[in-house]
């Protein structure tokens, strides 16, 4: 439906932009390998590391999903400008997966090495991690599609997007590990996590992934328009991102209360490790981020 209003030249730079995006997937296993330091192809069949297969599941993700940002936007003027877009948020795009990881493993989560405890299948890293990338992702999508299309704003953007999407995903991991402790007694996340707990690793990736739904919201603000500097709505955006942030940690803590009650959830899950409970909350902050999406996008 709507593919006879696409002339020749449109249709032949969505072929390339398909084609690009299409390639960028395709050697993602091998570089994730490659950047991990261990063979994707053993990791998966012979070791059987199902670990690895989620961390490799969240960055492939990722990537298609920043990279999908790109495709939304408007056509270049010419093929040679389509190609050096798609291309450049390409290579941009593996770069910024690379980061998240690295930012998660030193900063978010200290005392934890993330790719020692995939390498050991540890499940529950995995999850955390996967759901850390494509929070990442989202967030970064939503820049892109509202800056021009242009490869200087575009860039712009995104390294503004992606600084604070790293700033406002941490924060809310720090109040997630807060969070942990004052309701068992001091108790560590970063040991519940490397102990194997995946209720407690769901629950904290859907987190995430709830904020960067909320967050998403603030590219569609009119209040941004106000901006035609991309540095100067690039920190607007950030800082109504970071409101829409603290608005999805209130509410969830209130629906909580209600959509559980009766429930200890830091007795099912930070210590039985009930999925079930882990999944029901992940279920609400979802559903809000996605209501605030849905109302302010």
């Not at 993602?28 to 059987?48: H, M, P």
């Not at 790719?115 to 996967?130: F, G, H, L, P, S």
């Not at 100067?232 to 803590?253: D, E, H, T």
């Amino acid at each position: 439906m709507g593919f006879e209003f696409i002339d020749a030249r449109s249709a032949g730079m969505l072929a390339m932009d398909f084609a690009i995006i299409f390639v960028v997937l395709l050697s993602i296993r091998a570089l994730f390998g490659f950047i991990s330091g261990v063979n994707a192809t053993s990791e998966l069949a012979s070791k059987d590391n199902f670990a690895f297969g989620i961390a490799l599941t969240g960055a492939t993700a990722g990537v298609a999903i920043m990279l999908s940002g790109v495709a939304t936007g408007g056509l270049a003027r010419s093929f040679g400008e389509e190609a050096a877009l798609m291309a450049v948020f390409a290579l941009v795009g593996l770069v910024l997966m690379w980061l998240t990881r690295l930012i998660f493993d030193r900063v978010t989560l200290p005392g934890v090495s993330v790719k020692e405890e995939i390498d050991r299948a540890n499940t529950a890293i995995a999850i955390v991690d996967a759901g850390n990338i494509v929070a990442t992702a989202i967030m970064i999508r939503a820049v892109i599609i509202s800056a021009d299309n242009d490869i200087t704003a575009g860039l712009i953007a995104v390294f503004i997007g992606y600084v604070a999407s790293q700033i406002i995903l941490t924060l809310t991991a720090f109040y997630r590990v807060r969070l942990f402790a004052s309701r068992n007694a001091g108790g560590q996340f970063q040991e519940a996590v490397r102990d194997g707990n995946m209720a407690l690793a769901l629950r904290f990736a859907g987190f995430q992934i709830a904020v960067a739904f909320a967050v998403t919201a603030a590219s569609d603000l009119d209040l941004l328009d106000q901006f035609a500097n991309p540095v100067l709505k690039g920190l607007a955006w950030g800082v109504a991102s970071l409101v829409l942030a603290v608005a999805l940690v209130i509410l969830s803590a209130i629906a909580e209360r209600f959509v559980l009650a009766g429930v200890d959830v830091s007795e099912e899950v930070d210590q039985q490790r009930n999925i079930g409970v882990g999944l029901v909350e992940v279920a609400v902050y979802v559903s809000i981020g996605l209501l605030l999406n849905g109302l302010l996008g």
